[in-house]
Every structure is written in structure tokens, then in C-alpha cells.
């Protein structure tokens, strides 16, 4: 065989293999290796009334609930002492409940000036002109106490509007409320996503960090107008 038979023959012979190895990567068993791998989901739908409860579930929940995955069910088993674990579970389980009681606390009151006014919140004739209807997944019993926080912001900002609009606050109290509520969530979703990235540090230095990334769930609806970890750490007002 000559020369340029035989380089001829090679270069077939080459072209082949990468065909072959362009239908061997693009096979339904790679492709299907190369998926997510299937986790449990929670679908809530929820009625979201207040702009200041919608702003901080379209900024905040998407991020806050990949941190509390990664911390849940990633890191689950990446520290050697279990007291690591217990240490960060128990940080965002104080960040949750204080956040809650805080909630308690000012629903009383509200419910007492309402109460003392004579009114009653459930006047059928007070409504929101642009609710806004959401389907959250959750991947975590955290997550889904997160999202409640939410709704308990939608309630208590319904309730200083209802006063509001019934004379027993003025315009600057009412703003200045709802506006410190929503910061007050912002914050706590802050404090979340620092918890996570403390744990994050903690399970690289044990060599297990490179499995967050690989291991995150992936929302195909995240929005594209959720808030950075930089934004939540600073606690920075969030616009629409």
C-alpha cells in the first residue's frame, strides 16, 4: 500500500472514532447520567397580595432555599463531628424562630389596635388590585418555613394597610412599618445564605466542598431578578 493510501486509510479510520465517540457522548444513558439526579419537591401555591411580600419572595426565596438544601441534605454528611452540624443546623434554626416570634409579637399588636378601632380585617370590601399567584418548590422543611415567614409579612402588611386605610395610622407610619418588615426579612435571608457560605468554607477545608455545586437543586423558573448573596448579606432594600 503507498503512502498516502496508508494516511488516506489512518485519517478514516480517525474520522470514524470521533463519530463514534460523538454518538457514544450524546447517548440516552449519558445524557441521562449527566441529569440532575431526581430529589423530593414540595409544590406550594400561594396568593401574594402586599408589593413588599412579593418583592422579597422574587429576590429572596430562590437563593435562601438553595442555601437551606446545601445545608439540609448537601453538607448532611460532609463534617466528621456531628456537633459542626448541629452547630449550623441550630444557627438557621435560631434565624428562623426569632424572625417568627417577631412576627407573633407584632400581629398581636396589630390585632389589638384593629380591635380597639372596632374594625374587623375581614372586610370584605379591602382587596389588592395586582395580587400576584406563585408556585413555590420546596426542597426542605426549611424552605417551607421561609416561605411562611412571607406570608406572615403579606398578613402583617395587610393588616397596617387595613389600619391605614381606616384612619388609625397615618401614611408615615404605615410606609415606615411595612418598609421595616420587608428589611427585617431581607436580613434574616442575609443571615441564612452567610450561614451556608460559613459551612461551605467549613466543608471545603474538610475536602467536601466541591460537592455543593454539583449537588444544588436547579430551579428551570428561577428569576432572573433574585437578589446576590452580597445584596442579602448587606441587607440592601429591595426594589421591583
Not at 24 to 43: C, D, F, G, Y
Not at 46 to 55: C, D, E, I, K, T
Not at 145 to 169: E, G, Q
Not at 191 to 207: L, P, Y
Request: aromatic share 6%; proline share 2%; glycine share 2%.
Amino acid at each position: 500500500m503507498t503512502t498516502q493510501a496508508t494516511q488516506a486509510t489512518q485519517a478514516t479510520q480517525a474520522t470514524q472514532l470521533d463519530v463514534n465517540a460523538s454518538q457514544e457522548n450524546n447517548s440516552p444513558a449519558i445524557k441521562q447520567s449527566q441529569k440532575q439526579k431526581s430529589r423530593p419537591v414540595l409544590v406550594r401555591s400561594v396568593n401574594l397580595n402586599s408589593l413588599y411580600a412579593q418583592r422579597v419572595f422574587k429576590r429572596c426565596f430562590t437563593p435562601v432555599s438553595r442555601s437551606l438544601f446545601a445545608i439540609d441534605v448537601v453538607l448532611r454528611n460532609s463534617f466528621a463531628e456531628e456537633a459542626d452540624m448541629k452547630n449550623i443546623t441550630e444557627a438557621v434554626d435560631t434565624v428562623l424562630g426569632q424572625t417568627s416570634e417577631s412576627f407573633d409579637k407584632t400581629t398581636d399588636q396589630l390585632d389589638q389596635m384593629t380591635s380597639n378601632a372596632g374594625l374587623q380585617l375581614d372586610d370584605a370590601a379591602f382587596s389588592y388590585s395586582n395580587p400576584d399567584a406563585k408556585e413555590a418548590q420546596l426542597t426542605t422543611p426549611a424552605a417551607a418555613r421561609f416561605l411562611n415567614l412571607i406570608l406572615r409579612l403579606d398578613a402583617v402588611v395587610s393588616k397596617i394597610d387595613y389600619l391605614w386605610f381606616n384612619s388609625v395610622i397615618d401614611s408615615a407610619v404605615k410606609n415606615n412599618a411595612a418598609y421595616e418588615w420587608q428589611q427585617m426579612l431581607i436580613k434574616a435571608a442575609g443571615q441564612i445564605t452567610s450561614i451556608e457560605q460559613r459551612a461551605r468554607r467549613m466543608a471545603s477545608e474538610k475536602g467536601d466542598g466541591g460537592k455543593l455545586d454539583e449537588m444544588a437543586p436547579v430551579n428551570e423558573d428561577t428569576d432572573h431578578n433574585e437578589a446576590t448573596d452580597a445584596e442579602l448579606a448587606a441587607g440592601e432594600e429591595v426594589v421591583a
